[in-house]
Structures are given as C-alpha cells and as structure tokens.
T-cell receptor, first 111, second 112 residues
C-alpha cells in the first residue's frame, strides 16, 4: 500500500544543519519530492529526485535516497530562521498525477 | 510566468450558499489539481484534470463540483457545504503526469 511517514517536529539552532527524514512503502514510486510550506502559504517545491538516483545537491539542500530501506532525507546546510516551515515529502508516479504526502515535519530554527 | 493564481484568498460562506473558487495558470501545463488541506496536515487530493478532462475523483462529496473551462482555468463550485469542509483549498498544475506540481497560495474557506 501507499504510506509515507515523517517525524512531526525538528528544532535546530541557526547555522546548524537540519536533517529531515522520510520513509515510504511503495517501491513503484518514480519520483520523490520535498515541499516547503510557510504559515498561511501554499506548497513550494524545493527539490525532487528520481527513484533511480542516490543523491541530489542543490545549493544548501542535499537529498539522499536509500532505495533498499525506502528512506529519503533532506539536509539543509547553514539553517536560517527563514527556513522555519513545515516540510512535506511526497512520492509520485509516472501515471496518474497523484502525489502521496507524508504528515509533514515542522522545522523550528532558533536564533 | 511560473505562478498558479487562486481567488479568492479567503471565503466565508453559510451552509446554504453557492460559491466558487478559481484557479489560473499560464505555464502551458496540461494537468490541474484540487487539494484540500486541514491545518498542519498534508494536502489530500480531491480532483485531477488532464487535458481538460476529469481523470481522478477521489470520492469527493457532490457538494464539491469541479469544472475546467479551458487548459488555463480550473474552478471548484461549492454548494450546501458543511462546517467540516472548512479548510485551505489548494490548486496545483503540472506539465503532465510526472507529478512536479506547482501550487497556488490557496483559498482559505470557512463554512459557518
């Protein structure tokens, strides 16, 4: 079945690295995504990774994918107060246009 | 233009009212979506339109009625809603079915 799980909360200090974790169950997913949602706003696509890749880096963001363990992580280097938001991982497929979202991890960055 | 624009941003309606939410994109995307999101919860898919045809309806009650007049516009018609329908309604679009969704800011609906 389809299930995506995340821890609900993460608190870090400004300047530290943040690592947000996600596990999924459906090995047929084709793409894995990270979305950011600030209070009162819509979802912003941060980055995505194809399921045949292990790692993707984009400026301060590093995505790691362990297909064997069905584990996805998002590392934010030099975390800033503006990074405080809810981060959703999601899995998608080649057909159907449907994303399965995790519960979201609320990241709190303390000065 | 890489935006998905939703109107209105806020809507308050009674249970007997009829209202509509609107969504517009000019990125040439051929798939458009409605999601419902409760506070601090993940978005839940409601409807998917592909090439202006309804392709997914996630067993949504008939008091929600989607409409896709053309490839750039998506509407959600609301009638006889319940207080539990109060939520943030998000519109999204994607180039095709690859799932790289671009979301609007949402319409926050309150049903009294």
């Amino acid at each position: 079945g389809e299930d995506v799980e995340q821890s609900l909360f993460l608190s870090v200090r400004e300047g530290d690295s943040s690592v947000i974790n996600c596990t999924y169950t459906d090995s047929s997913s084709t793409y894995l995504y990270w979305y950011k949602q600030e209070p009162g706003a819509g979802l912003q696509l941060l980055t995505y990774i194809f399921s045949n890749m292990d790692m993707k880096q984009d400026q301060r963001l590093t995505v790691l994918l362990n297909k064997k363990d069905k584990h996805l992580s998002l590392r934010i280097a030099d975390t800033q107060t503006g990074d405080s938001a809810i981060y959703f991982c999601a899995e998608g497929y080649n057909q159907g246009g449907k994303l399965i979202f995790g519960q979201g991890t609320e990241l709190s960055v303390k000065p | 233009d890489t935006e998905v624009t939703q109107t209105p941003k806020h809507l308050v309606m009674g249970m007997t009212n009829k209202k509509s939410l609107k969504c517009e994109q000019h990125m040439g995307h051929r798939a458009m979506y409605w999601y419902k999101q409760k506070a601090k919860k993940p978005p839940e898919l409601m409807f998917v339109y592909s090439y202006e045809k309804l392709s997914i309806n996630e067993s949504v009650p008939s008091r929600f009625s989607p409409e896709c007049p053309n490839s750039s516009l998506l509407n959600l018609h609301l009638h006889a809603l319940q207080p539990e329908d109060s939520a943030l309604y998000l519109c999204a679009s994607s180039q095709d079915y690859t799932g790289e969704l671009f979301f609007g800011e949402g319409s926050r609906l309150t049903v009294l």
